[in-house]
């Protein structure tokens, strides 16, 4: 025979208390934390790629000038080269244009002293030609 079943079988077992969600203020400050660190971070990156653009930009203005004044400096070895050759040519012609002057001083002198000479030799043969007619 079939007994009946009992009726505590029937019960229901008590109903537990249901699991609360207590991290909710928790994830919200991780939640912030999380986007006040992205903003820092794109602002560090954004700052850090501001000083590297102008680091290279000095860099760049460095190399530059240093290209100019290398420049500059081969430049002024040259012309000073140049000049210098052109002193050294001009003080050879001074040389020669002074030993030529010199040597024309000379045959100027020698000229001179020849024309004195034929002069007072021309003035004495005439004083004894006009010597020679009076007698």
């Known amino acids: 025979v079939?007994?009946?079943?009992?009726?505590?079988?029937?019960?229901?077992?008590?109903?537990?208390?249901?699991?609360?969600?207590?991290?909710?203020g928790v994830i919200e400050?991780?939640?912030?934390?999380?986007d006040e660190f992205e903003t820092k971070k794109a602002d560090?990156?954004?700052?850090?790629m501001e000083t590297q653009h102008a680091y290279e930009m000095i860099m760049?203005?460095?190399t530059?000038?240093?290209?100019n004044a290398e420049h500059e400096i081969s430049k002024k070895k040259a012309s000073?080269?140049?000049?210098?050759?052109?002193?050294?040519?001009?003080?050879?012609e001074l040389a020669v244009t002074t030993k030529a002057r010199d040597e024309d001083k000379a045959y100027l002198a020698d000229a001179e002293q020849l024309c004195?000479?034929?002069?007072a030799d021309f003035k004495s043969?005439?004083?004894l030609r006009a010597g020679e007619l009076a007698t």
Do not use: C, H, W
């Open 60 to 62: 760049q203005q460095l």
């Open 2 to 24: 079939e007994a009946m079943p009992d009726d505590m079988l029937f019960n229901k077992a008590p109903e537990a208390n249901a699991y609360e969600f207590q991290s909710g």
């Open 29 to 34: 400050i991780l939640v912030k934390l999380k």
């Open 116 to 119: 004195m000479t034929k002069a």
């Open 64 to 67: 530059d000038n240093t290209e």
């Open 44 to 48: 560090l990156m954004r700052e850090e």
């Open 125 to 127: 043969r005439q004083e």
């Open 80 to 92: 000073s080269a140049e000049t210098q050759e052109a002193k050294a040519d001009t003080e050879g």
